[in-house]
């Protein structure tokens, strides 16, 4: 079992950034992915970025591209998502995931799952 812990979220202006971090524990593997999905209310959970073990391959949503920043420090088992220029749009439960297997943006594939941390961002 893996348990994947979220800190970092809370209520900010728009424009403003805050960091997102992710920390791993139980039976996790330095190979594993590493993904930030997020769920506003009324809507569906979406991909925000994710991350392959080693950090070569990243990925963002066209939403986030240029402003959110995903990176891991596998010596922590931790992943980040920095965030920068917020929007109320961002406003969302952010959540971090990790699956057993390659990079993907596809929230069904990821095995384990954090239990979400708050992001709101007020105009």
């Known amino acids: 079992q893996v348990q994947l812990v979220e800190s970092g979220g809370g209520l900010v202006q728009a424009g403003d950034s805050l960091t997102l971090s992710c920390v791993a524990s139980g039976r996790i593997q330095s190979y594993y992915a590493m993904g930030w999905f997020r769920q506003a209310p009324g809507k569906e959970r979406g991909f925000v970025a994710a991350?392959?073990?080693?950090?070569?391959?990243?990925g963002y949503v066209d939403s986030v591209k240029d402003r959110f920043t995903i990176s891991r420090d596998n010596a922590k088992n931790t992943v980040y998502l920095q965030m920068n220029s917020l929007k109320p749009e961002d406003t969302a439960v952010y959540y971090c995931?990790?699956?057993?297997?390659?990079?993907?943006?596809?929230?069904?594939?990821?095995?384990?799952w954090g239990q979400g941390t708050q992001v709101t961002v007020s105009s």
């Open positions: 991350t392959s073990w080693s950090g070569r391959t990243i």
């Open positions: 995931a990790t699956r057993r297997l390659g990079y993907s943006i596809r929230d069904f594939e990821y095995d384990y």
